[in-house]
């Protein structure tokens, strides 16, 4: 009997652990705080480890993320407002509709949701610098901008980004 009740319980450990649904946790700021995990709907291919690389450093800032994999990603950021020139392999969402395009540092972001410029359809990093969140390369990097997207189609630099020397 001890042995299907064990059985049984490590089964559903199994289930739980396995499953696709991502648990948010409140996460505890200056053992006082408790701040609720943003949540990010990213589209991506199923195929792009630099996309999965990502979502880790996303997760490992406060933020929690639903992968999805649309058939056609480019219609999809093409809907959302996305030009083009301010693409790069994966896009977030978040539940307010905030865009974030390509490898956008937590940092920035929460400072991004703490601000929501007036006017902004969110953050956008175009193509795929090395040494941003996801595709770090050993002691390569690239300085690069992360962009400010305005709903008008208009976008500004918000953050440069520089490495630390």
Same mark, same amino acid.
């Given at each position: *009997?001890?042995?299907?009740?064990?059985?049984?319980?490590?089964?559903?450990?199994?289930?739980?652990?396995?499953?696709?649904?991502?648990?948010?946790?409140?996460?505890?700021?200056?053992?006082? !705080?408790?701040?609720?995990?943003?949540?990010?709907?990213?589209?991506?291919?199923?195929?792009?480890?630099?996309?999965?690389?990502?979502?880790?450093?996303?997760?490992?800032?406060?933020?929690?993320?639903?992968?999805?994999?649309?058939?056609?990603?480019?219609?999809?950021? #093409?809907?959302?407002?996305?030009?083009?020139?301010? !693409?790069?392999?994966?896009?977030?969402?978040?539940?307010?509709?905030?865009?974030?395009?390509?490898?956008?540092?937590?940092?920035?972001?929460?400072?991004?949701?703490?601000?929501?410029?007036?006017?902004?359809?969110?953050? #956008?990093?175009?193509? *795929?610098?090395?040494? #941003?969140?996801?595709?770090? *390369?050993?002691? !390569?990097?690239?300085?690069?901008?992360?962009?400010?997207?305005?709903?008008?189609?208009?976008?500004?630099?918000?953050?440069?980004?520089?490495?630390?020397?």
């Amino acid at each position: *009997m001890k042995l299907k009740y064990m059985l049984l319980v490590v089964s559903l450990l199994i289930l739980v652990a396995c499953s696709d649904k991502e648990v948010e946790l409140p996460v505890l700021v200056d053992n006082k !705080q408790i701040i609720e995990p943003v949540n990010l709907d990213v589209y991506k291919s199923p195929t792009c480890e630099c996309c999965g690389k990502w979502v880790d450093h996303m997760s490992k800032n406060g933020f929690s993320a639903s992968t999805h994999h649309p058939l056609n990603l480019a219609q999809l950021k #093409s809907d959302k407002g996305i030009a083009p020139r301010y !693409q790069s392999c994966h896009t977030g969402i978040s539940k307010d509709g905030y865009i974030f395009e390509g490898h956008i540092p937590a940092t920035v972001i929460k400072r991004f949701l703490d601000e929501k410029p007036k006017g902004a359809l969110g953050l #956008s990093v175009p193509g *795929m610098p090395i040494g #941003s969140p996801g595709m770090e *390369m050993g002691n !390569q990097y690239d300085d690069y901008d992360v962009l400010l997207l305005m709903k008008d189609g208009s976008a500004t630099v918000y953050q440069q980004i520089r490495k630390e020397v």
